[in-house]
T-cell receptor, first 115, second 111 residues
């Protein structure tokens, strides 16, 4: 149980384009979903927290107009990187937590490369 | 501000050579301390949650323990497939359910 998927696993795009990443909880309802980014040899940095049907809460320093998060259902959250630039290249990982929100289960991650 | 420090940064063990990884933390209250395993290019895989000092949990060759200031992940007779980065994270006792992660310990088990 507690399986979280992400799509796509890899994406390469040109500078200035937008990229959408999907995060799905496959066998449980995710009250809360979290989005992280991870640079090489660094730990996970929380970008934002989203609750189903509510606006996402962004961490300090994360541009909410650049990283659009939608949590439209209890099993799906999306992260859209708008007008991507090379500095946005990173490993993006989502996690999902159920009703009791204690344990976060992570997706496999999406590697984004912006040329 | 919540802080998590993991040591060592990297650890090389011979197959069968037991050892421990350390996670020191400061947090305003503690709802839970979490251990995850992360393989290269993958998302973290949940291992354990510890809630109070003195608690211990085991899974195969791994055993996690918790005190008021630190947690240990003991690895008994490791195998090459245990090679991964092990992440520790804390969840504060009040407010949001966010996790603060340490930088991880990269474990390499040599056959």
């Amino acid at each position: 149980g507690a399986v979280v998927s992400q799509h796509p696993s890899w994406v390469i795009c040109k500078s200035g384009t937008s990229v959408k990443i999907e995060c799905r909880s496959l066998d449980f309802q995710a009250t809360t979903m979290f989005w992280y980014r991870q640079f090489p040899k660094q730990s996970l940095m929380l970008m934002a927290t989203s609750n189903e049907g509510s606006k996402a809460t962004y961490e300090q320093g994360v541009e909410k107009d650049k990283f659009l998060i939608n949590h439209a259902s209890l099993t799906l959250s999306t992260l859209t990187v708008t007008s991507a630039h090379p500095e946005d290249s990173s490993f993006y990982i989502c996690s999902a937590a159920g009703t009791f929100q204690e344990t976060q289960y992570f997706g496999p991650g999406t590697r984004l490369l912006v040329l | 501000e919540d802080q998590v420090t993991q040591s060592p940064e990297a650890l090389r063990l011979q197959e069968g050579e037991s050892s421990s990884l350390n996670c020191s933390y400061t947090v305003s209250g503690l709802r839970g301390l979490f251990w995850y395993r992360q393989d290269p290019g993958k998302g973290p895989e949940f291992l354990f949650t510890l809630y109070s000092a003195g608690e211990e949990k085991e899974k195969e060759r791994l055993k996690a323990t918790l005190t008021k200031k630190e947690s240990f992940l003991h690895i008994t007779a490791p195998k090459p497939e245990d090679s991964a980065t092990y992440l520790c994270a804390v969840q504060p006792g009040a407010g949001s359910y966010q996790l603060t992660f340490g930088k991880g310990t990269k474990l390499s088990v040599i056959p």
